[in-house]
């Protein structure tokens, strides 16, 4: 096991355009959680996915994100008519079980939107 | 809403000095608290976590006890190195009635450098 993977590490857009982002967690782990880290935070918390059910959203994630795990394996973070303001780097985790479980996170995909 | 408060940075000390980064937090129900670690061009890593009152963490050196009086959870290290040097993250998750899943809410992170 090779641990979270996030591809592609790094994506430049214009401002306008789709970007789709994915990552494959942990093979064994059900839970699946995408963060938003801007330069100088702390991660922000995005939306969670239990097996194939998205369970929560943050009010962060507006109308142009949507997100999808079929088959509760992979996922996708797809972000539509790219703004600025969603430059950031974002962040996959996954864990095993229970909400007190250790969370595992991808090295992150870096978007630079211009 | 739950929130974490992590001490201003960037921390500069020499090699061999002590450490302490100040978190503390406010959260609904009963938090697991964790401390991140996120060394330059790598992803974040657990450094250590304490998921009831009293409790301590620990790992490579580092420590922290989860007080609940004071809603605190301060980093410590006797002895840094170099090879310390990493923005770390505090950060709790909450299961208030089962509805929140684990997700984190993390501090704004403390940049730590440690010269030789």
């Known amino acids: 096991d090779t641990g979270v993977s996030q591809n592609p590490r790094h994506k430049i857009t214009k401002r306008g355009q789709n970007v789709t982002f994915r990552c494959d967690p942990i093979?064994?782990?059900?839970?699946l959680y995408w963060y938003r880290q801007t330069l100088g935070q702390g991660p922000e918390f995005l939306t969670y996915?239990?097996?194939?059910?998205?369970?929560?959203k943050s009010r962060l994630l507006s109308d142009r994100f949507s997100a999808e795990r079929p088959k509760g394996s992979f996922s996708t973070l797809e972000i539509q008519r790219t703004e600025q303001g969603d430059s950031a780097m974002y962040l996959c985790?996954?864990?095993?079980?229970?909400?007190?479980?250790?969370?595992?996170f991808g090295p992150g995909t870096r978007l630079t939107v211009t | 809403g739950d929130s974490v408060t992590q001490m201003e940075g960037p921390v500069t000390l020499s090699e061999e000095a002590f450490l302490t980064i100040n978190c503390t937090y406010t959260?609904?129900?009963?938090?697991?608290l964790f401390w991140y670690v996120q060394y330059p061009g790598e992803g974040l890593q657990l450094l250590l976590k304490?998921?009831?009152?009293?409790d301590k963490g620990s790992n490579k050196g580092f420590e922290a006890t989860y007080r609940k009086e004071t809603t605190s959870f301060h980093l410590e290290k006797g002895s840094v190195q170099v090879s310390d040097s990493a923005v770390y993250f505090c950060?709790?998750?909450?299961?208030?009635?089962?509805?929140?899943?684990?997700?984190?809410?993390f501090g704004q992170g403390t940049i730590l450098t440690v010269h030789p």
């Open positions: 985790a996954s864990s095993q079980g229970t909400s007190r479980d250790e969370q595992y």
């Open positions: 093979s064994e782990h059900n839970r």
């Open positions: 996915f239990q097996n194939e059910a998205q369970l929560e």
């Open positions: 959260a609904t129900g009963y938090p697991s």
């Open positions: 304490a998921t009831k009152a009293d």
């Open positions: 950060a709790l998750s909450t299961n208030a009635g089962g509805t929140s899943y684990g997700k984190l809410t």
